[in-house]
Nanobody
Framework: QVQLVESGGGLVEPGGSLRLSCAAS????????MAWFRQAPGKEREFVAG????????YYADSVKGRFTISRDNAKNTVYLQMNSLKAEDAAVYYC????????????????????WGQGTQVTVSS
């Protein structure tokens, strides 16, 4: 399984933007479906966005559709999450996840016990 390291989190005002990065190592990332999840205090981890291992097909949670964009650069073994028009309710720890040969939609069904997960990066949305 690949190892994942997230970066790019921080403090941003409502309406602002952030770009998260997830660097993968120890495997050929082009063979992996990739996704972003998030977990706010006192809430369960929830799916945010996924991208298929092949074809670049993407899938989003309704809460972020039109505001967030997931993309991948296989040459850099990196996946990104561009977050625009951030809201207070987007504040959470964001986790990157990978599962071999998996579609974007199927990534939404990943559980913490499957695939590979990063350690998370904190996103705070506050004025």
């Amino acid at each position: 399984q690949v190892q994942l390291v997230e970066s790019g989190g921080g403090l941003v005002e409502p309406g602002g933007s952030l770009r998260l990065s997830c660097a993968a190592s120890g495997g050929t990332v082009s063979l992996y479906g990739m996704a972003w999840f998030r977990q706010a205090p006192g809430k369960e981890r929830e799916f945010v966005a996924g991208i298929s291992w092949r074809g670049g097909i993407t899938y989003y949670a309704d809460s972020v559709k039109g505001r967030f964009t997931i993309s991948r650069d296989n040459a850099k073994n990196t996946v990104y999450l561009q977050m625009n028009s951030l809201k207070a309710e987007d504040a959470a720890v964001y986790y990157c996840a990978a599962e071999k040969l998996t579609t974007a939609q199927a990534m939404g069904h990943m559980t913490p016990g499957s695939g590979s997960w990063g350690q998370g990066t904190q996103v705070t949305v506050s004025s």
